[in-house]
């Protein structure tokens, strides 16, 4: 489907819908086009918030934990 034939069906999807249905609409389409997640340097700001030994552990708590199949748990 070409981009004209996609803008064309779109259009006349929603001139057949009642105004309150037209505003849902362009609130979801709104909301697509919003940006997602934090820029980066906010989430800089964290960089360091976790000391060395927390991490140690969480990683190896992830190692031994998540890297296993228990076959007889489904």
Known sequence: MSE?????ELLDQLDG???EKQR????FAR???EPKG???NEV????????S???SAMTEAIED??????ADEW
């Open 17 to 19: 819908l009642p105004l």
């Open 24 to 27: 849902q609409v362009l609130k």
């Open 65 to 70: 934990g998540c890297e296993q199949v228990n």
């Open 44 to 51: 800089l700001l964290f960089g360091g918030a976790i000391d």
């Open 4 to 8: 004209r034939t996609l803008q064309s």
């Open 38 to 40: 934090r820029p980066g």
């Open 53 to 55: 030994e927390d991490l």
């Open 31 to 33: 909301s697509l086009a």
